[in-house]
């Protein structure tokens, strides 16, 4: 569907498909129930995209949602990892650390992801030292910072692990996308929407 689509569109819908990727499949190899995935690129570069991840899940235990809340943040961190993974088949599958941090800290359509992470990982320190003295500024932070790269370690290796079926169903979406038409001006956006159904389908799954 995408053999008329402009180099750059495709170049950037790819990144974006990854992105949505690498949350639905690490979203799977966690534990999570996933729903189906969307995509919308316009010719000027604008994007949208989704992927539909269930968080009702039981928790019966402290242990339990420090597990929850570690799993959480590295699906929300595996997006911006699998956004970096390069597309060519012959290239090594390796995230992109700096360029991964810049897209959650940067203004590329992530940030929604970094502001959930960066609450999770508050509550989540919280529920590890709830002995903490609020005026510990200095330790606060390097405890946040060690649950940081903690968590940002365990996502790569996942992400970098599971690169193959990211990259693989990432193609599949932009491959699938459709020049949307529009009454009354000229069409300049394309869009997907691959269902729960249809991706259970798909042979990376």
């Not at 193609?171 to 009354?184: I, P, Y």
């Amino acid at each position: 569907m995408t053999r008329k689509m402009p180099p750059a569109v495709r170049d950037h819908a790819l990144q974006i498909a990854h992105h949505e990727m690498g949350h639905y499949v690490v979203a799977r190899a966690l534990g999570f129930e996933t729903g189906g995935v969307t995509l919308t690129v316009t010719k000027d570069l604008r994007h949208q995209g989704g992927a539909s991840i269930t968080l009702v899940r039981p928790i019966s235990s402290m242990e339990a949602m420090k597990e929850h809340l570690e799993a959480r943040m590295m699906v929300l961190l595996a997006g911006a990892m699998a956004q970096t993974l390069p597309s060519k088949t012959s290239a090594a599958k390796r995230v992109d650390k700096p360029k991964a941090t810049a897209i959650l800290k940067g203004g590329q359509g992530a940030e929604q992801d970094y502001a959930k992470i960066r609450e999770l990982r508050q509550l989540l320190r919280n529920i590890l030292y709830p002995e903490t003295n609020p005026a510990a500024c200095d330790s606060i932070t390097a405890e946040l910072k060690a649950i940081n790269d903690r968590l940002w370690l365990r996502a790569q290796e996942i992400v970098e692990a599971l690169a193959e079926p990211i990259t693989e169903l990432g193609e599949t979406l932009v491959d699938r996308m459709v020049l949307v038409e529009q009454w009354g001006r000229p069409a300049d956006t394309y869009e997907v929407v691959l269902t729960r159904e249809m991706l259970e389908r798909l042979k990376p799954l």
